[in-house]
C-alpha cells in the first residue's frame, strides 16, 4: 500500500540551509586556516628576509673598506672625542717657553691647503687603482667601531689621555695608509717612503738631568726634556730618521676657542718677549691671553724643529684642531702656520671625501710632505741657532698665570666678563746662547729682522712655500688683517746683510770609512811604526815608503777639532745605539784618513763623562789590548743635536774597540783577561753591561769601554792622589791626552 506521507519540505529546506551553511562555515575556516599559513608564510619570509638582510650589513661591516669608506668612517666615529670638565682634569698650565727658540715672525701658510690637495689627489689615485676587491685592503666598519667603543669609554684628562686618543684614532689608521701605499711600487718610489714610519716618543735623555742648579753666570741651557712631544721616524732597513714631530696639548689646556682668538700674524719675538705692554682693556687683554698662550705652545713645536732641522711640524689638541707649521730653509726666524679644525666639518654618512681636511687626512699628507723633505744638516741648523733669540723675560713666573685664564667660549663672545689676571711688565732681550752666538746680537736686535714691518713683497714671497698657488690678491688681503702691515716703517733700521744660507744643507753622502785599527792608533799615540794590517794605512802615508806616522796624536786632535769647527757634517756621523750618558760617532780625519770614534755627550752629561779622562790616564800601559787607545777630548764649536739624545758639545777621542759580545761566556777566558788586566791597574768597573763589552777581531781580545762608573783601588787610588798634587796643567801622561778646548 502507496505511502501517502506529505514530505515535509520546510524541514528539507531547513537541513539544506544548513548543510550549506555548514558547508560555507568550514569552507571559511578553511580559507581562515589558509590565510593564516599564508600570513605565518610571509612572516617568515619576512623573518628571513630580515635575517638575510642583518646578515648581509653585518657582511658589509665585516668586510675590509676601501680609502674612501675608511676615512669616512674614521671621520664620522672619532670626530667627537669625550674631555673631561676642567675641574677633574690635571691640573697645571702651558708653561712659557724658558730658553726655547724663539720665531720672530708668525705668519698664516697661505698655499698649505694646495699643498696638502695635491699630495692627497695623488695617495687616492694609487689607492683606487684596480678592482674592488683589491682597493679594499683598510679595516671594517666593525673594528673601527670596537676601538670607538673602546676610547670613548675614558674622558681625555690629561696629557696620557690625548696621547692615546690620537693613538688610537689617528696614528694607526694613518700607518695603516702608508702601509698599503709601501705595498704599491709607485706610490713607494713617489712618496719616497722607504720601508715605512714608526711614531715614538721624544725625550732628549742626555738632558735629562734636571738637578744641575744654573748659576747667575751660566749660559742658558738651550735643551730640557719636551714631555708632549712625540716624532715621526722614516724608516729604511736600520735607520730610523725623523721627518716629523708632534706636539699634543688637551683640550682642557688649550681650548680651540682660545687657539681661534689667538692665533694670528704677528711680530712674535717683538710682541710676546720683548714688549713689556699689556692691553689694560678686557677685550684686548683676552685676545693677548690667547695669544700668548697659543704662542707658548707654538714656540715649544718651533725649538724641536729647529733643534730637529725639519721643515714641517704640527701642534694638535686631538680633533678639535690641528695648527700645523712650516719653517722655510732661507727664513727660519718666520714660522708660518695652516689652522684646521676637523670637528668642524660636517660629513653625512656616505658622502666621498676628496679633501685633506679630515684628521686623519690632512696629518697624512703633512707627513708625506714631509718624506720628501730631508732633514737639515748639522751646519744648517747650527746656522739657524745664530739667526735666532731665545724667548727669555724678567717675570716669567708672572706671566704664566696668564694660562690659568678662563678662556673665552667662542670668538663672538663677550670676554670683558671674563677675568684675567694681569702679568707683570717688563722683559728681557738675550741672545741665542748657541756656541755660535754668544756674541752675536749684542745691540738687541734679531738678525731676523723682528723690529719693524716686512714690505709688502715680502709678505708675498715669504708667506707661501715655493710652489704656491694663491694669488697675489689674497696674499695682500691677508697681509692688512688685524693691522699687520700698519706698524710704522720709520721705525726700520739700515739693512744688515744676512749670513749666508749654508747650500749644503741636507745631509751628506754616506760615511762608509772603516775604522783605523787598535795597534794603528796606538803607533799614532806612541809614535811607532804604522801598522800594514790597519784598512787606511795608505791614507795615512804621505810618501810611498814611508813607515811611520806623518801627524802626532796631539796634531791628530787640533786637525780634527779644526775639521769638525768648519764643518760639523763632514765625516762625522752617529753610530750604534747611544748609551744613558753619550753618542758613539764615527770621525775620519779627511787629510789623513784616520778613522776613529768620538763619544759625544751634553753639557749636562760631561761632568759624568768627562771622568773618562783621569781613568784612560790610570788605564794607560792597558790601551791598545783590554781597552782602546784613549787621545784626549774636544769641545765642539758648533752644536751637534743627536735625536733622542741632545746637543752633543764634547767628544772624547779614542780608537774603535769593537763589535758588542753579545755573550761574554764565547770569550770567557779573554773576558777574564781584560778584566784582570783593568784590574791590576786598579780600576774595578761597576757597568759590565753587555753594551760595554766589546769583541775586536784584528787584535783578538775583548775590549771593555764606557769609564764614568768605576770603584778605584791599589795603584788606581794612587794614580788619583798623584795627579791632584802635581801643578796644574802639567798631566804626567802624553801629551795626546791633553784636552782641546774651543
Given amino acids: 500500500m502507496a505511502n501517502n506521507t506529505p514530505l515535509d519540505y520546510e524541514r528539507l529546506i531547513r537541513e539544506a540551509e544548513e548543510r550549506t551553511r555548514i558547508a560555507e562555515e568550514r569552507q571559511h575556516q578553511a580559507e581562515e586556516r589558509q590565510h593564516e599559513a599564508e600570513e605565518r608564510q610571509h612572516e617568515a619570509e619576512e623573518r628571513q628576509h630580515q635575517a638575510e638582510e642583518r ?44 730658553h726655547k727658540y724663539c720665531p720672530a715672525r708668525l705668519v698664516p701658510w697661505l698655499d698649505c691647503q694646495a699643498q696638502l690637495q695635491s699630495v692627497y689627489d695623488s695617495v687616492r689615485s694609487h689607492l683606487q687603482a684596480g678592482d674592488n676587491a683589491a682597493q679594499r685592503v683598510f679595516p671594517s666598519a666593525v673594528a673601527l667601531q670596537e676601538i670607538r667603543r673602546r676610547i670613548l669609554s675614558h674622558r681625555i684628562s690629561s696629557e696620557q689621555g690625548l696621547l692615546l686618543y690620537d693613538r688610537l684614532t689617528r696614528e694607526d689608521h694613518i700607518l695603516d695608509i ?25 725625550k732628549n735623555a742626555l738632558e735629562e738631568d734636571e738637578t744641575t742648579e744654573e748659576l747667575p753666570s751660566q749660559t742658558p741651557t738651550i735643551n730640557k726634556p719636551v714631555a708632549d712631544v712625540f716624532t715621526i721616524r722614516r724608516v729604511d732597513g736600520e735607520a730610523r730618521n725623523v721627518i716629523l714631530t708632534c706636539e699634543q696639548k688637551p683640550p682642557h689646556k688649550l681650548p680651540v676657542e682660545m687657539i681661534r682668538l689667538g692665533i694670528r700674524p704677528m711680530f712674535l719675538f717683538e710682541e710676546m718677549v720683548k714688549s713689556n ?109 745664530s739667526q735666532l ?49 754668544n756674541s752675536a746680537n749684542k745691540d738687541g736686535a734679531t738678525k731676523s729682522r723682528t723690529g719693524c714691518a716686512p714690505t709688502d713683497k715680502e709678505h708675498q714671497e715669504r708667506d707661501s712655500s715655493p710652489d704656491s698657488s694663491a694669488s697675489d690678491a689674497s696674499k695682500s688681503k691677508l697681509a692688512r688683517k688685524r693691522g699687520f702691515s700698519n706698524v710704522s ?50 791614507l795615512h802615508r804621505c810618501r810611498s815608503k814611508q813607515t811611520h806616522h806623518s801627524i802626532s796624536a796631539v796634531e791628530l786632535l787640533q786637525k780634527l777639532k779644526e775639521q769638525l769647527d768648519d764643518d760639523i757634517d763632514a765625516n762625522c756621523t752617529p753610530f750604534a745605539h747611544r748609551g744613558a750618558y753619550a753618542v758613539p760617532f764615527k770621525l775620519t780625519l779627511a787629510t789623513h784618513g784616520y778613522t776613529i770614534v768620538g763619544k759625544g755627550t751634553t753639557s749636562a752629561r760631561w761632568g759624568e763623562v768627562s771622568k773618562e779622562i783621569q781613568v784612560y790616564k790610570i788605564l794607560q800601559k792597558s790601551q791598545g789590548a783590554a781597552v782602546p787607545v784613549f787621545l784626549g777630548a774636544i769641545d765642539l764649536a758648533k752644536i751637534y743635536f743627536v735625536s733622542g739624545a741632545g746637543d752633543i758639545c764634547h767628544m772624547l777621542i779614542m780608537s774603535y774597540g769593537g763589535e758588542i759580545l753579545q755573550n761574554e761566556y764565547d770569550q770567557l777566558d779573554e773576558f777574564r783577561r781584560s778584566i784582570k788586566e783593568i784590574k791590576d791597574c786598579g780600576i774595578i768597573h761597576e757597568d759590565l753591561r753587555s753594551p760595554n763589552i766589546l769583541w775586536n777581531k784584528q787584535t783578538g781580545r775583548v775590549v771593555i769601554i764606557d769609564f764614568h762608573r768605576v770603584r778605584l783601588i791599589g795603584l788606581g787610588m794612587r794614580a788619583t792622589r798623584a795627579s791632584k798634587r802635581k801643578p796644574h796643567g802639567q798631566p804626567k801622561v802624553r801629551q795626546a791626552a791633553k784636552r782641546i778646548r774651543a
Fill in 55 to 98: 646578515q648581509h650589513q653585518a657582511e658589509e661591516q665585516q668586510k675590509p673598506t676601501n680609502l674612501d669608506e675608511f676615512v669616512l668612517l674614521c671621520h664620522t666615529l672619532f670626530r667627537r672625542p669625550r674631555v673631561a670638565h676642567p675641574s677633574i682634569s690635571t691640573k697645571g698650565t702651558i708653561p712659557l717657553p724658558k
Fill in 178 to 202: 702608508i702601509t698599503q701605499l709601501c705595498d704599491i711600487p709607485a706610490a713607494r718610489q713617489e712618496f719616497d717612503l722607504g720601508d715605512g714610519i714608526e711614531f715614538e716618543s721624544h
Fill in 277 to 385: 705692554k699689556v692691553p689694560t682693556d678686557e677685550t684686548e687683554k683676552t685676545k693677548y691671553v690667547a695669544a700668548r698662550l697659543v704662542c707658548s705652545a707654538l714656540v715649544q713645536t718651533y725649538h724641536v724643529m729647529i733643534q730637529e732641522g725639519l721643515t714641517y711640524s704640527y701642534l694638535t689638541i686631538g680633533p678639535d684642531a690641528d695648527l700645523i707649521l712650516w719653517v722655510p730653509r732661507n727664513d727660519p726666524g718666520t714660522l708660518h702656520y695652516h689652522l684646521s679644525e676637523p670637528s668642524r666639518q660636517n660629513i653625512a654618512p656616505g658622502d666621498t671625501i676628496s679633501q685633506p681636511i679630515t684628521s686623519v687626512t690632512s696629518i697624512l699628507c703633512l707627513l708625506i710632505m714631509s718624506l720628501k723633505s730631508r732633514p737639515r744638516s748639522q751646519g744648517w741648523r747650527n746656522w739657524a741657532r
Fill in 389 to 437: 733669540n731665545v724667548w727669555e723675560t724678567k717675570f716669567d713666573s708672572s706671566r704664566s698665570a696668564t694660562a690659568n685664564a678662563d678662556p673665552p667660549r667662542d670668538t663672538e663672545s663677550n670676554s670683558s666678563e671674563t677675568e684675567h689676571p694681569s702679568p707683570e711688565s717688563g722683559s728681557e732681550y738675550l741672545p741665542s746662547s748657541s756656541p755660535l752666538n
Fill in 489 to 538: 716703517k720709520s721705525c726700520q733700521p739700515p739693512r744688515q746683510r744676512d749670513p749666508p744660507v749654508p747650500e749644503d744643507y741636507y745631509q751628506p753622502p754616506s760615511h762608509d770609512a772603516r775604522f783605523c785599527s787598535q795597534l794603528c792608533i796606538l803607533g799614532l799615540q806612541n809614535n811607532l811604526p804604522l801598522d800594514n794590517n790597519c784598512p787606511n794605512v795608505a
